[in-house]
């Protein structure tokens, strides 16, 4: 659950990224807009194409946005939509294009496709630099066709062939050096993930105690600020269970110091399976362990405690001798707000000393000692 929780959130961290990323796009369409109103101004080019570019403009960005904001593009091959991006931007450029009638006119909207790509560094690798390249290269060499065809005039081959020249040498440079950057990003990207994961199991390792698996006491020491800090803000209470397993030196030298560790792992294994997603078990040092119980009042802690106890007490150990069992006694104390945890956790230790001085295999509260077992 958690697992699938945190890929949601990492899911929904691109999603957000990506809407900023094609917003950011989408400001930059300014330029090109700007630039078409001034070509209008100047008699370059019929009012009706500031109208067709602004609307193309208006429809593409919407159309991206909308499939980032619905998740449809999370079906995609690309969920990012970079390539798509350049290559449908690049359209409404071409389309200008073809109504310059001047070849100067028509090089400073290449400036515009070639600011277009520089998008794909954050995304394309060099293959796909490549084809977003030659995409508008054809397109480019299309619109040359269409204008040979229709306004021959317009065109002159001398000039036309060496910008056809420069803006293919261009695209395709930017595609080599974007696509090598691009490159460098996902490697970066790549070892921040290993080292993301390294530093989570470092943080895990260091929690584990590493002989019974369960937290040790430096984990169960932050789950207790946690909890004493939730509890001062006045919500609900939190009780503790400190348990020991009864007559554990007497196992060692019976049976020896590795029989002592494994009663200890299953000891650990069985009761860490029986609790809460909420609660926090883990060795507290030596043969003691410690139960955090959030959220609940002594009178429950006092039942769950027994049910330890008597979890602990049907144990069997076939791999040690046939006939051995071990049983713990716990003390059971609340936190009182606001004192500090180390008063808490001295009362469940009075009430652990109370368990085994009235015979072990016992739940002791802090209230009265009075036995729940």
């Known amino acids: 659950m958690k697992t699938q929780n945190a890929d949601q959130n990492r899911v929904e961290q691109k999603q957000v990224l990506r809407k900023r990323r094609h917003a950011m796009a989408f400001a930059t369409y300014l330029v090109p807009v700007s630039l078409v109103v001034l070509c209008w ?4 080019l019929p009012e009706k194409v500031i109208y067709h570019v602004a609307a ?3 429809l593409i960005n919407i159309t991206i946005l909308m499939l980032i904001h619905t998740n449809l593009n999370l079906k995609f091959r690309d969920p990012s939509m970079t390539a798509a991006h350049i290559a449908v931007s690049s359209i409404p450029t071409l389309y200008v294009m073809y109504f310059l009638e001047h070849g100067h006119a028509r090089s400073i ?5 070639v600011v ?5 560094i954050l995304e394309l690798n060099t293959r796909r630099f490549l084809m977003a390249c030659l995409w508008i290269f054809s397109l480019y060499c299309i619109m040359l066709l269409a204008l040979w065809h229709k306004k021959p005039e317009s065109l002159d081959w001398s000039l036309e062939l060496i910008q056809m020249a420069a803006f293919f040498l261009t695209l395709l440079s930017m595609s080599i050096v974007g696509g090598y950057i691009s490159n460098l990003r996902e490697k970066l990207r790549s070892r921040n993930q290993e080292l993301q994961k390294a530093i989570e199991k470092i943080n895990i390792l260091v929690s584990i105690d590493p002989l019974t698996e369960v937290s040790n006491r430096r984990r169960l020491f932050e789950v207790l600020t946690q909890e004493t800090n939730r509890c001062s803000r006045g919500e609900t209470p939190f009780s503790i269970c400190l348990l ?3 007559h554990f030196k007497q196992v060692n030298d019976t049976y020896g110091h590795m029989a002592g560790d494994e009663i200890l792992c299953n000891i650990a294994s069985s009761i860490s399976e029986d609790i809460r ?3 926090a078990f883990g060795r507290y040092g030596g043969e003691e362990f410690l139960l955090v119980l959030p959220r609940t009042p002594i009178a429950g802690a006092g039942v769950k405690a027994e049910k330890v106890r008597s979890q602990v007490a049907g144990l069997r150990f076939p791999d040690i001798s046939e006939d051995l069992s071990v049983t713990v006694s716990i003390g059971v104390a609340q936190y009182r707000p606001p004192e500090d945890i180390d008063a808490t956790l001295l009362r469940a230790d009075r009430a652990l000393y109370a ?3 009235s015979g072990r295999n016992r739940v002791e509260t802090e209230k009265n000692h009075t036995a729940v077992a």
């Open 277 to 279: 997603n909420i609660d």
């Open 41 to 44: 101004s100047q008699g370059l």
């Open 244 to 246: 020991d397993i009864d």
């Open 116 to 120: 277009a790509m520089i998008y794909g």
């Open 56 to 58: 193309a403009v208006l």
């Open 355 to 357: 368990a085994k001085e």
């Open 109 to 113: 909207f290449m400036i515009i496709l």
